[in-house]
């Protein structure tokens, strides 16, 4: 089982920046996928970002451009650096870590964007 335990969610003003950071422990994978995914009032969980243990890439449509996901292996950490943030982006945001047929969930931190 790995763990996961995600901060730096807050509150924001429409174009500012927040940066998202996941630890993860436990019993690790090699080779593995971390990401963030979020989820906001009445609509469905989506993929935000994702990075593999090799540095490969993926974003959501919305956040392209945006949002720039990155880790640190020795430190089993993964972050997301959030810019020019709009009020859709609020919502809860969950770091995910995928490894062979493990997938594990943090509890999510809270990101509000509003004036």
């Known amino acids: 089982q790995v763990q996961l335990v995600e901060s730096g969610g807050g509150w924001v003003q429409p174009g500012g920046s927040l940066r998202l950071s996941c630890a993860a422990s436990?019993?690790?994978?090699?080779?593995?996928?971390m990401g963030w995914y979020r989820q906001a009032p009445g609509k469905q969980r989506e993929l935000v970002a994702s990075i593999s243990s090799v540095g490969s890439t993926n974003y959501g449509d919305s956040v392209k451009g945006r949002f720039t996901i990155s880790r640190d292996n020795a430190k089993n950490t993964v972050y997301l650096q959030m810019n020019s943030l709009k009020p859709e982006d609020t919502a809860v945001y969950y770091c995910?870590?995928?490894?062979?047929?493990?997938?594990?969930w943090g509890q999510g931190t809270q990101v509000t964007v509003s004036s």
């Open positions: 995910n870590y995928r490894a062979s047929l493990l997938n594990s």
């Open positions: 436990g019993r690790m994978f090699s080779i593995n996928t």
